[in-house]
């Protein structure tokens, strides 16, 4: 850190090499008072564009994020240890969302009349949704790009200004975003970033200017984080961690579910909060499926196949929940407390692990997973759903039929079946949990909408004749007409049902 008489700054760094890449403002609660400032006065231009003045300008950036597609992927690399593929493929999904969004935002925001029924024959209604003002954005830092322009790309399109707190671990690439936006939009400040530590996020989402706070990061982060919002109500989308489960069904293609299975656990070294955390196969399947995963886990290597631990005191937590497991009676099939080695931790694979161990019930965001045999489907969805997170899921299974049942009744805000973590990549599909998984939805027309504040519009087109009803000249006459009104709508039962 610099001198008191200088800004004071500090470093981002590689995890895998100990490298600085990068070095940053420590914004305090005056610079983010400038921001929001700042960018209040551009969210009212920048709403005032209309949706085809920001479709114009939001397409434009859509291809300045393309065209230097490598060059974020870099940074993403450096400051998350992340292989190159991964960065990219983060920033492909990351730049698909954004086209979705501002192709969209007219459809799913724009006015439109809704019926008014028989009550309000005489009445045109309207519906539309407008833009808040000004969104803080505060991000994440396993995947940098992605996650958080599943908030700025969707608030910007929905006609926001955007104030951005990257992660401390990767503020590089948030400044990036920032930068490379100002060559579509350089007329007014539409989208900044501050930089810095928990209290320039405290302070963003303390602000009274924000409209709405996005928030992802752990549960307990995100409880902190609404309280700071709680002092000018200011809403609160939360995406928080997950401990999501995967269920294989006795007919399921084993060798697909174990690669499925394999992905979902340890690519980004299980740092994703959709990751595959614990499965439940039934009976018939159990062995096929642990040969299967057990050959393809052995064969991966850490700091090739996935990169390092990002944040350093995670380490510590996946010892602590496989040392954990194997001290209750759980068996490592792959790997094992000797598996952690900062800061890389080779794949793990336990199973027999009680389902009240903290390796079960408690986010890992490790490149680990628990596996348990269970006698029928309904005993993996009751163990699945035993949890307080709530995020996402998976099902593997050869009946269609089946398989939508089970994804139905999980207890998750997403569920993809015979794939892993397909429904990110669906641009039109809500993103989001329950529980301790948090609240509100990203992505979709849901996450357009989330970025909004619903505006209703009734007009009178002509007064009805002899129900003057809303009035203090109102006759008992048009009180008795309106309750036959009403009894002729409303008053007729359905026959009971045999």
């Not at 060059?71 to 492909?92: N, Y």
């Not at 439109?112 to 833009?131: C, D, E, I, S």
């Not at 590089?172 to 539409?190: D, H, I």
């Not at 045999?373 to 009946?399: D, R, W």
Request: a neutral charge.
């Amino acid at each position: 850190m610099s001198t008191a008489t200088e800004q004071r700054t500090f470093d981002s760094v590689n995890p895998a090499t100990g490298a600085v890449v990068g070095t940053h403002p420590l914004h305090d609660a005056a610079a983010v008072h400038a921001a929001v400032e700042s960018a209040g006065e551009a969210a009212r231009w920048w709403a005032s564009l209309g949706f085809e003045g920001r479709k114009r300008r939001l397409l434009d950036y859509k291809a300045v994020l393309t065209r230097n597609l490598t060059r974020i992927a870099r940074v993403i690399h450096e400051e998350t240890g992340k292989p190159m593929d991964d960065a990219v493929l983060e920033t492909v999904f990351a730049i698909s969302h954004l086209d979705w969004a501002t192709r969209n935002a007219r459809k799913v925001l724009g006015p439109r009349r809704v019926p008014t029924g028989l009550m309000g024959v005489n009445l045109t209604a309207t519906l539309q949704y407008l833009p808040l003002g000004v969104v803080g954005v505060i991000g994440p830092w396993n995947y940098p790009v992605f996650t958080p322009m599943g908030s700025i790309g969707y608030a910007l399109a929905a006609g926001n200004a955007v104030v951005f707190k990257p992660s401390e671990l990767t503020p590089g690439v948030g400044v990036l975003l920032a930068e490379l936006f100002t060559e579509s939009v350089p007329e007014r400040k539409v989208f900044q970033v501050v930089t810095g530590l928990g209290e320039t996020g405290a302070a963003l989402a303390g602000h009274p200017g924000i409209g709405k706070i996005a928030f992802t990061g752990s549960t307990a982060t995100a409880k902190r984080v609404m309280a700071a919002c709680a002092a000018n109500l200011t809403p609160l989308v939360a995406e928080c961690g997950g401990k999501d489960a995967l269920i294989v069904d006795a007919d399921a293609d084993i060798p697909a579910a174990a690669d499925a299975a394999l992905w979902g656990a340890m690519s980004n070294a299980g740092q994703t909060c959709v990751g595959v955390e614990r499965i439940y196969v039934v009976e018939r399947a159990y062995d096929d499926f642990m040969r299967e995963l057990g050959e393809r886990a052995r064969a991966l290597r850490s700091g090739e196949d996935y990169g390092p631990i990002t944040m350093p005191a995670q380490t510590d937590i996946i010892r602590r929940h496989v040392e954990d497991a194997l001290a209750r009676g759980g068996k490592a099939v792959v790997g094992g407390a000797e598996s952690v080695r900062p800061p890389y931790v080779d794949p793990v694979v336990l199973t027999d692990v009680p389902e009240d161990s903290s390796a079960v019930r408690e986010e890992t965001f490790g490149p680990t997973i628990t596996v348990r045999k269970v006698a029928t489907l309904e005993e993996a969805l009751e163990k699945a759903n035993a949890v307080a997170y709530g995020l996402g899921g998976t099902i593997f299974s050869g009946s269609p039929r089946r398989a939508m049942e089970l994804a139905r009744a999980m207890l998750s805000g997403m569920t993809a079946i015979n794939s892993v973590i397909s429904f990110v990549g669906v641009p039109a599909l809500p993103f989001g949990g329950v529980g301790d998984s948090g609240f509100g939805r990203i992505h979709g027309a849901d996450g357009l909408r989330e970025f909004t504040r619903p505006k209703a519009i009734s007009r009178q087109r002509f007064p009805l004749p002899g129900m003057k009803i809303t009035s203090f000249t109102r006759s008992p006459a048009e009180m008795e007409r309106l309750v036959k009104l009403v009894t002729f709508l409303h008053g007729r039962r359905k026959s009971p049902l045999s």
